[in-house]
């Protein structure tokens, strides 16, 4: 992720822009190191952070134009991230429970012991349900407050604190009661 531009102040200042007047390499310089971060926090080591950065901005061709703060750019863009990334964890999800009928699972590093307390939280998180997992990577991994995670997948701050809670609750059932703090 070294080769994402760094996160600068958004070049915007006018309160509506209209999609000509936007200017994108500017909004992707400003923002995509700090989106691709989320995506990959949210899609773990072996995500698919520049597809998902490529079909963010490509939304945000046509999706920004009609936003009236500019300051919101940001919070669009991360929702945008957070539906995409949404979308390939549930072909992920499927793709593993068929495959799971058809070949044996295999170790994914040469000694396991190495990485084996990362590989037992991402297993555990990838048996979550997306709507547990995600609101509990942007709040606990992301670092993103409860009303900025609730925004981002959006729904009530109610329902984030519920999915957290429960995405805790079934974490420490799998890995014991430290594993989520």
Do not use: N
Request: aromatic share 6%.
């Amino acid at each position: 992720m070294a080769a994402y531009a760094r996160t600068e102040a958004l070049p915007l200042t006018a309160p509506a822009v209209a999609v000509e007047e936007l200017d994108l390499p500017a909004v992707y310089a400003a923002h995509a190191r700090y989106v691709a971060g989320v995506v990959h926090r949210v899609m773990g080591a072996d995500g698919e952070v520049d597809d998902i950065l490529q079909d963010t901005f490509l939304d945000a061709m046509t999706g920004l134009g009609p936003l009236r703060e500019p300051a919101a750019v940001r919070a669009w863009l991360v929702t945008s991230a957070v539906r995409r990334s949404r979308a390939v964890l549930a072909r992920r999800r499927r793709r593993r429970i068929f495959s799971f009928l058809f070949e044996g699972v295999s170790p994914r590093a040469s000694d396991p012991r190495d990485r084996q307390a990362v590989d037992d939280l991402w297993d555990a998180l990838d048996r979550l349900p997306e709507d547990l997992r995600i609101p509990w990577i942007l709040h606990r991994v992301v670092a993103l407050s409860l009303p900025e995670a609730a925004a981002a997948c959006e729904v009530s701050l109610a329902t984030v604190k519920r999915r957290i809670a429960d995405a805790e609750e079934r974490i420490e059932r799998r890995l014991g009661p430290e594993a989520s703090r």
